[in-house]
Nanobody
Framework: QVQLQESGGGSVQAGGSLRLSCVAS????????AAWFRQAPGQEREGIAA????????FYHDSVKGRFTISQDDAKNTVYLEMSSLKPGDTAMYYC????????????????WGQGTQVTVSS
């Protein structure tokens, strides 16, 4: 059974940092894409960062470029999202996803999803 488990969310003040983790069980990221999506209340779930696990090629939404970094740990079968210079607008539930999408930020292309971890940024 495939499971993606996110952790690392929490409450921080604007300008702070957090590191999210996504550990996969029953699944190997290798040769596939892993991505972080987020969903704020009343808004669509949007892709913000993705990585082609085999080669470490990364993709970022403009809203997080320069502030967030997605990375992989092969030994731990884990994907991370380092978030810095956080803003209140980053407040959302953050989800890890894995699959082989045609478009890295198209959520329909991802087969597996975690349950999400909440990030709250206060001003």
């Amino acid at each position: 059974q495939v499971q993606l488990q996110e952790s690392g969310g929490g409450s921080v003040q604007a300008g702070g940092s957090l590191r999210l983790s996504c550990v996969a069980s029953g699944y190997t990221f290798g040769g596939r894409y892993a991505a972080w999506f987020r969903q704020a209340p009343g808004q669509e779930r949007e892709g913000i960062a993705a990585i082609y696990y085999g080669r470490g090629v990364t993709f970022y939404h403009d809203s997080v470029k320069g502030r967030f970094t997605i990375s992989q740990d092969d030994a731990k079968n884990t994907v991370y999202l380092e978030m810095s210079s956080l803003k209140p607008g980053d407040t959302a539930m953050y989800y890890c996803a894995a699959g082989r999408p045609a478009n890295v930020f198209d959520r329909s292309g991802y087969t597996y999803w975690g349950q999400g971890t909440q990030v709250t940024v206060s001003s």
